[in-house]
């Protein structure tokens, strides 16, 4: 199995979803008592969540790429960059670190291609939802994305940074998600991408009137399969 380096801690709460994803899946496809090779940085979430806020790309390129210089130096032959929204910032990382990235939205646009989906809706941040960078992505793979209206992608990235990277789960907030994945469903969304990492906590793929697609799932199980090739 090729070694893994995970770039986490945006937030730590999903850092830790994706240390049980990972390993869970390597156990399954291995058996026995074994686990997955990982290598884990994990940063500081407050300046990260500051750099997202101010749409300072930049600034964020730069602390993901030194991290993942340190991974490839340890000895990281594939990267898993823990967060959608950091995503803004993989091609980068794989240029500089010079180390392959399992690309999240790439993953995902295909998963959704592989049940027949051309057509979702997107919750996540702020940032995820609205920059562009997300929806171009998926595009290009063939996705057409859609998202909740200004008011609610709101609402969605308070209950993101102020309650789930706080570990917070709130039955409110919960229906809140749900409702808005009923309302792109009734625009004539197939499915629906969770497109945060946190949304694990708090959301199941069958909790809305369209199949969800749990980006950190399907990010964590292909990332097995590549290490494994």
């Not at 180390?99 to 702020?126: K, P």
């Not at 409110?172 to 309302?183: K, P």
Request: aromatic letters at 6%; one cysteine or more.
């Amino acid at each position: 199995m090729k070694r893994i380096g995970v770039l986490g801690g945006m937030s730590w709460q999903s850092t830790l979803i994706y240390y049980r994803y990972l390993n869970e899946e390597a156990n399954a496809r291995l058996g026995g008592q074994h686990s997955a090779d990982l290598l884990i940085w994990s940063g500081d979430f407050a300046p990260f969540a500051e750099a997202t806020a101010e749409r300072d790309w930049d600034r964020t390129a730069r602390v993901l790429c030194d991290a993942a210089k340190e991974l490839a130096t340890a000895g990281a032959e594939l990267l898993v960059i823990a967060s959608n929204v950091a995503h803004v910032a993989a091609d980068l990382v794989e240029s500089v670190s010079g180390v392959q990235v399992v690309n999240m939205i790439d993953v995902t646009a295909r998963r959704l291609q592989e049940v027949g989906i051309t057509r979702a809706g997107l919750i996540g941040t702020a940032a995820v939802m609205e920059d562009g960078f997300y929806v171009e992505r998926m595009r290009k793979n063939g996705i057409e994305c859609e998202v909740p209206s200004a008011a609610t992608r709101k609402e969605i990235d308070r209950i993101i940074f102020d309650e789930l990277v706080r570990g917070v789960i709130d039955d409110g907030s919960h229906r809140t998600l749900v409702d808005a994945i009923d309302a792109m469903a009734d625009e004539g969304a197939e499915a629906a991408i969770l497109g945060c990492t946190e949304l694990s906590l708090i959301l199941d793929e069958d909790d809305g009137m369209v199949p969800g697609f749990d980006t950190t799932r399907i990010h964590a199980v292909t990332a097995i399969e590549a290490a494994l090739q």
